[in-house]
C-alpha cells in the first residue's frame, strides 16, 4: 500500500462525508484546530509562569469572544 492510498484510507476513515468536504472547508478546519492547539498551550505556559491569575483572565477574555461571536453571528455575519 503506498503512502498517498494510506492517506486516502485514513482521510476516509475519519471523514466519512469526504465527497460533501471540499479542499477549502479542510483548510479551514486545519487552521481552527490549528489555533486551538495553540491557544491551548499559550493556557499552559500563562499558567506555569503566573499561576491560576491567568487563569482566570484567560477565562474573561473567552468570554468576551464568545460574546462578540455571538453578537455576529445573530447580526448575521
Do not use: C, K, W
Not at 9 to 38: C, F, K, M, W, Y
Amino acid at each position: 500500500m503506498s503512502n498517498s492510498s494510506s492517506a486516502q484510507a485514513v482521510n476516509h476513515a475519519l471523514s466519512p462525508d469526504e465527497a460533501l468536504q471540499t479542499r477549502r472547508e479542510r483548510v479551514l478546519a486545519g487552521r481552527i484546530l490549528l489555533a486551538v492547539l495553540v491557544v491551548a498551550v499559550l493556557a499552559v505556559l500563562l499558567v506555569v509562569q503566573f499561576g491560576l491569575v491567568a487563569l482566570n483572565v484567560l477565562a474573561l477574555a473567552s468570554t468576551a469572544l464568545v460574546f462578540l461571536v455571538l453578537i455576529a453571528y445573530a447580526a448575521g455575519f
